[in-house]
């Protein structure tokens, strides 16, 4: 009983703060951790959802179309509702089938509502589920810490099925997809609280942050990140999911890569392959927070690795049989530690421009394996590769990266160690 006063003053400022940001603060920006799993090297993020509000950890899909979440085990909510079949609500979500449950009704199993494709990007396997509405709670943020904790009543998902969750990290229920879609996470937090169209990721070896809305982004120990490239985000007509409607875009971001340089010199390789071809959807580059090492169809692979271990051997560093699945490894004993990680051959991927440029240094190109072996963290995506170039989770890390869906621009700093700070630095401590 000694506890009881606690709790009372707990629920009490609970009932306070929610009703209280309910009716009298409209945050401009929002905020989710993004942690990467260490067994399975994904990221997972937790959105706050349901009455009563259960935190469910879902695997964060940069480029998904929607959230999407297991209906099936153990999902209990007074406010789980069902979209009616050409509703506005199905017409956001881009849904043409109209379902009927041959069970007892449950979340996910209602009459006359939507269907969606709920996709597991990691593994490949999309099955259809219901369309469905319910309450998200989300911290809001100043840029530099989080702020109170805001409500949206009415958060459109998909509800996927227990067996869609193989494949991904233990503890999770589903993805959160952040693609460019009108049921996207970030357009639909957007449209909750009219703020911009926009978002931007920190990914990290620990818990990074993802931020929704406007800047400013704000890393301990108070370095502000202001100074970022930028560069078009390309459409891709055709829908890179595992299963999709004829005529649908891909919600993924590409962008416009043009040539790849290690060590200052540029790889040959056939230009053709970096073009998205607007008739299959086939080539290009993107970036996938699914695929924990950047993704090269194999011409590329092959004359990427070999530029890169031939420039290593002008360095002096000693090449070791290659660990699976890279495809180039090295001993460390030649090799200097920097601030920007490992002393490697420079990589670089030009963009639209020949001074813009995505400069990748030891610390998002190498991966330790073993005390003394490091790899060059890149794998072959096959002869087939659908698309040419994935940029991956290991690239990403410590790299602010900020889409802006309104303009369609993709915005990043390269990596922020030069900077002394990094994705795990967000001040996490809540100001509310
Ligand atoms: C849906 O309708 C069918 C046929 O009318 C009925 O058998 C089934 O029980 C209903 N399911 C739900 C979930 O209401
Ligand atoms: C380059 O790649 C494209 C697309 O795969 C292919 O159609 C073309 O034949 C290739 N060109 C050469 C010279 O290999
Ligand atoms: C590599 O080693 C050779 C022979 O020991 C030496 O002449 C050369 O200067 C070294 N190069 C670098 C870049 O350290
Ligand atoms: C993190 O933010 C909290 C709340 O504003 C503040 O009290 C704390 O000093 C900050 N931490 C650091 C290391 O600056």
Redesign the pocket.
């Known amino acids: 009983m000694a506890s009881s006063p606690t709790i009372f003053s707990f629920l009490f400022l609970f009932f306070f703060s929610t009703s209280f940001a309910q009716s009298s603060f409209r945050p401009k920006a929002l905020l989710l951790p993004v942690t990467k799993d260490k067994s399975t090297n994904q990221y997972t993020t937790v959105i706050n959802q349901r009455t009563p509000l259960v935190p469910a950890s879902v695997v964060f899909d940069l480029g998904g179309r929607n959230l999407w979440v297991d209906c099936d085990k153990d999902y209990v909510s007074t406010t789980y509702r069902s979209p009616r079949c050409n509703s506005v609500v199905c017409s956001r979500t881009g849904s043409t089938g109209c379902g009927t449950c041959f069970s007892p009704p449950r979340p996910g199993c209602s009459n006359n509502t939507c269907s969606l494709i709920p996709d597991n990007t990691v593994t490949g396997t999309a099955t259809s589920g219901e369309v469905a509405i319910d309450v998200v709670s989300i911290q809001s943020t100043n840029g530099?810490?989080p702020g109170r904790v805001v409500k949206i009543p009415n958060l459109i998902f998909g509800c996927g099925a227990t067996f869609l969750l193989k494949g991904l990290a233990r503890g999770t229920v589903g993805m959160a997809g952040m693609g460019r879609h009108n049921i996207g996470l970030p357009t639909q937090f957007a449209s909750a609280f009219s703020f911009n169209r926009k978002f931007a990721v920190c990914l990290s070896s620990g818990r990074g942050v993802a931020f929704f809305g406007n800047g400013p982004y704000v890393f301990?120990?108070?370095i502000q990140i202001t100074r970022l490239q930028t560069t078009p985000l390309l459409i891709n007509p055709v829908s890179t999911a595992s299963a999709y409607s004829q005529g649908e875009k891909s919600t993924e971001y590409f962008i416009g890569v043009t040539d790849i340089k290690v060590a200052d010199k540029s790889v040959k390789f056939n230009r053709t392959l970096l073009k998205i071809d607007a008739t299959t959807g086939a080539g290009g580059t993107k970036l996938s927070t699914v695929d924990p090492y950047t993704v090269m169809e194999t011409t590329i692979f092959n004359a990427f690795r070999l530029a890169f271990v031939r420039a290593a051997a002008a360095m002096n560093i000693t090449r070791v049989p290659s660990v699976k699945p890279f495809g180039a490894c090295f001993s460390t004993k030649n090799v200097f530690g920097t601030r920007v990680g490992y002393a490697v051959p420079n990589i670089q991927l030009v963009l639209h421009s020949n001074d813009v440029v995505w400069r990748i240094n030891g610390a998002n190109s190498m991966v330790s394996v073993s005390r003394d072996i490091i790899c060059l963290g890149f794998v072959d995506g096959g002869v087939n590769a659908r698309t040419s170039v994935v940029i991956g989770g290991l690239q990403l890390e410590d790299n602010l990266v900020e889409f802006d869906l309104a303009s369609n621009r993709l915005s990043f700093s390269s990596t922020l160690l030069g900077l002394r700070t990094n994705c795990v630095n967000f001040?996490?401590?809540?100001?509310a």
Request: aromatic share 10%; glycine share 10%.
């Open positions: 530099v810490n301990l120990p108070g001040n996490f401590t809540s100001s």
